[in-house]
């Protein structure tokens, strides 16, 4: 018997029900099962435990920098909304809460902040880069609180619980769709990005062909009407093809925060 091919999620859970439905067309088109998983290290697709999976641009970028790379990039999003182009980019959308007095980035200095981990290029590294280029320095921000995903550091900023925090802007589309008592709680005041968002990716181990038929699934899915509901639930207008040299934005992103001493939300000072 044929073993099942495991479809590892590394992103938001409200995303789940998008990629459930991949995983089921994947199975279907390959006439085989499909198990999604949620994934718990991206060494998992070097060790044969992840098969296919969508994960972080940041991740991304660090398994394509392994020799050889443990995986490929197939298709990603495209997302529906004027702001992004008809291109797989995304935003990182600053919040606060809808009576906070800080009105602008520059008047974040001092204040608390939530991010979701230091894996995460929508919640970590572009906020890095984007203090960089404002010339801010490590200390900028006041008290950190790592809340592990962005749908805790949402309702953190909401709560009360801290002043500001960067958002997915899918994730924060879905929310805010979904929760309205919570979007009449929370403003956005401003943006960091646009960066490329995240990608369906594969074992580089698996066959050529078995890769091929599971982009053919992910730039043709817009075209069956029954899952427009479920690309509409995930604020998406269809997914593209995809290559490695998408994520060189994301590489530049890295040399800037590295080029400046600045690779962690929580420096207090610039390393020597």
């Given at each position: 018997m044929t073993a099942p091919l495991r479809f590892a999620t590394f992103l938001a859970p409200n995303m789940v029900p998008v990629y459930r439905v991949l995983a089921a067309r994947i199975g279907a088109r390959l006439g085989r099962r499909v198990e999604l998983v949620v994934g718990r290290s991206f060494d998992q697709f070097e060790r044969g435990e992840a098969d296919l999976g969508v994960i972080c641009g940041l991740p991304y970028v660090w398994l394509a920098a392994r020799h050889p790379a443990p995986v490929e990039p197939l298709a990603a999003p495209v997302l529906d909304g004027a702001r992004y182009g008809a291109r797989p980019v995304y935003f990182s959308d600053v919040i606060v809460r809808r009576d906070s007095p800080i009105t602008c980035l520059e008047e974040?200095?001092?204040r608390s902040w939530a991010y979701n981990e230091p894996a995460s290029h929508s919640g970590h590294t572009v906020t890095l880069y984007s203090l960089v280029r404002m010339g801010a320095r490590p200390g900028f921000l006041g008290p950190l609180v790592e809340a592990g995903f962005h749908q805790r550091a949402i309702r953190l900023v909401a709560s009360g619980g801290v002043d500001a925090a960067a958002?997915?802007?899918?994730?924060?589309g879905i929310e805010l769709?979904?929760?309205p008592r919570l979007a009449g709680r929370l403003r956005v005041i401003g943006a960091f990005g646009p960066s490329t968002i995240q990608p369906v990716v594969a074992a580089s181990r698996l066959p050529a062909r078995l890769k091929d038929e599971v982009q053919e699934v992910l730039v043709t899915l817009a075209d069956d009407p029954a899952a427009r509901p479920v690309l509409d639930y995930g604020l998406i207008d269809r997914f593209t093809p995809i290559g490695d040299a998408a994520y060189d934005d994301i590489r530049a992103m890295l040399a800037a925060i590295e080029a400046a001493g600045w690779t962690s939300l929580t420096q207090t000072a610039v390393s020597p």
């Amino acid at each position: 018997m044929t073993a099942p091919l495991r479809f590892a999620t590394f992103l938001a859970p409200n995303m789940v029900p998008v990629y459930r439905v991949l995983a089921a067309r994947i199975g279907a088109r390959l006439g085989r099962r499909v198990e999604l998983v949620v994934g718990r290290s991206f060494d998992q697709f070097e060790r044969g435990e992840a098969d296919l999976g969508v994960i972080c641009g940041l991740p991304y970028v660090w398994l394509a920098a392994r020799h050889p790379a443990p995986v490929e990039p197939l298709a990603a999003p495209v997302l529906d909304g004027a702001r992004y182009g008809a291109r797989p980019v995304y935003f990182s959308d600053v919040i606060v809460r809808r009576d906070s007095p800080i009105t602008c980035l520059e008047e974040l200095a001092g204040r608390s902040w939530a991010y979701n981990e230091p894996a995460s290029h929508s919640g970590h590294t572009v906020t890095l880069y984007s203090l960089v280029r404002m010339g801010a320095r490590p200390g900028f921000l006041g008290p950190l609180v790592e809340a592990g995903f962005h749908q805790r550091a949402i309702r953190l900023v909401a709560s009360g619980g801290v002043d500001a925090a960067a958002i997915d802007s899918q994730v924060l589309g879905i929310e805010l769709r979904d929760h309205p008592r919570l979007a009449g709680r929370l403003r956005v005041i401003g943006a960091f990005g646009p960066s490329t968002i995240q990608p369906v990716v594969a074992a580089s181990r698996l066959p050529a062909r078995l890769k091929d038929e599971v982009q053919e699934v992910l730039v043709t899915l817009a075209d069956d009407p029954a899952a427009r509901p479920v690309l509409d639930y995930g604020l998406i207008d269809r997914f593209t093809p995809i290559g490695d040299a998408a994520y060189d934005d994301i590489r530049a992103m890295l040399a800037a925060i590295e080029a400046a001493g600045w690779t962690s939300l929580t420096q207090t000072a610039v390393s020597p």
